[in-house]
């Protein structure tokens, strides 16, 4: 009786250690042999703000079963990605995410989401950009400076003085940084071998989104300020006489479009606006009404044209608070499917 009782509690043991293994967090598990580059898309999920959720999602476009809808940081590193994850970029075959109110970028591999570095020592970054091979400038909301960050050791080596929070930036074919402001009327102009601002451009308030396309024209979107009552607009400068060649001026400071994009042709222009608009830069006057309306109960958030055929990413932060979804629209305005995201999905880095 005693040999027996000794067998079915080993028995009982073994299946309880089985039961737990199948029963394990999925959130613990990745698969980076899935997250291989020109096969999809990365989600950067800015979690909901001092909660400290933020995440990253893959999604493959060409095998379904292999999209996460779980987290690659975390369980890759046994810790948190942070506060407010606002964007990523690729510098070195290595992922930079900058995570916004954690003061920090993290730099992993995109294959396996493993760390390589953490850089710190920033108030609140916005966004990187590599803009000279080993340079890397990072913007900022409250240093009124841009960071510049040595892409090889991780170290913060220096700044350029901007007053202002300082949002996107773009290198045009002549080598010179654009830089939006949010808190200014002006886009302003760097240069690289110097680490200095150069020139800078009178636009609107509120800058936010650029863009330059196969004509070398840089497009810029001021999202203008309703708590400040500025109003935004649209503007097309050219990079060489530094002149405004074309501008949409916003005629209500509670219109705040955001995340400007072109389609992959470079043709028409796309932004967010309690919908989606698009429209082809040969326009004279912006549309009144988007062609893609927002459903009642979404919140659209984050925009990204898929480079191969054309298709709307368009990210849905739904209450900024539950797990949001993506929503694929052809270039018509049809809605084509849903992907699982994160909570508050905000941008995105096609890999």
């Known amino acids: 009786m005693r040999t027996g009782s000794k067998l079915f509690n080993a028995c009982s ?3 309880i250690v089985l039961f737990l293994a199948n029963c394990k967090d999925k959130s613990t598990e990745t698969k980076p042999s899935d997250i291989k580059q020109s096969k999809g898309f990365f989600v950067i999920n800015e979690g909901t703000f ?3 959720n933020a995440s990253l999602y893959y999604i493959n476009l060409e095998d379904e079963s292999k999209n996460t809808d779980e987290d690659l940081f975390k369980p890759a ?4 990605l942070g506060d407010v994850f606002q964007s990523m970029t690729i510098i070195n075959n290595n992922a930079w995410l900058v ?7 993290e730099v992993i591999d995109p294959s396996t989401s493993k760390s390589i570095s953490t850089i710190k020592g920033f108030k609140s970054p916005r966004y990187a950009l590599e803009v000279l091979p080993g340079k890397v400038y990072v913007t900022d909301i409250y240093s009124n400076s841009i960071s510049i960050v040595d892409a090889n050791s991780f170290a913060k080596t220096g700044e350029i003085k901007c007053k202002g929070w300082t949002e996107e930036l773009i290198l045009d074919k002549s080598g010179k940084v654009w830089i939006t402001n949010h808190n200014s009327k002006f886009v302003y102009i760097a240069d690289p071998s110097t680490d200095k601002i150069t020139d800078s451009v009178n636009v ?3 800058g936010s989104g650029l863009l330059t396309g196969k004509d070398g024209d840089i497009w810029v979107l001021c999202s203008g300020d309703t708590l400040k009552n500025e109003s935004g607009g649209l503007f097309c400068i050219n990079p060489f006489s530094m002149k405004i060649t074309k501008q949409f001026l916003f005629d209500k400071a509670s219109y705040n479009p955001v995340k400007l994009n072109s389609n992959r042709v470079g043709d028409s222009l796309f932004y967010i606006y309690q919908g989606i608009y698009g429209f082809p830069k040969t326009i004279v006057s ?4 988007p062609f893609i309306t927002q459903p009642k109960g979404s919140n659209f958030y984050g925009l990204s044209i898929n480079p191969i055929n054309g298709n709307l990413m368009v990210a849905d932060a739904m209450d900024f608070v539950s797990y949001g979804k993506i929503l694929a629209y052809s270039a018509s305005g049809t809605l084509l499917k849903s992907y699982k995201a994160g909570v508050v999905p905000g941008n995105f880095y096609w890999w």
């Open 77 to 80: 590193n046994n810790r948190p």
């Open 286 to 289: 912006l549309p009144q009404t």
């Open 99 to 105: 995570v916004n109110n954690s003061g920090k970028i």
């Open 13 to 15: 043991l073994i299946l």
């Open 50 to 52: 001092t909660i400290g």
């Open 204 to 206: 609107a308030y509120g």
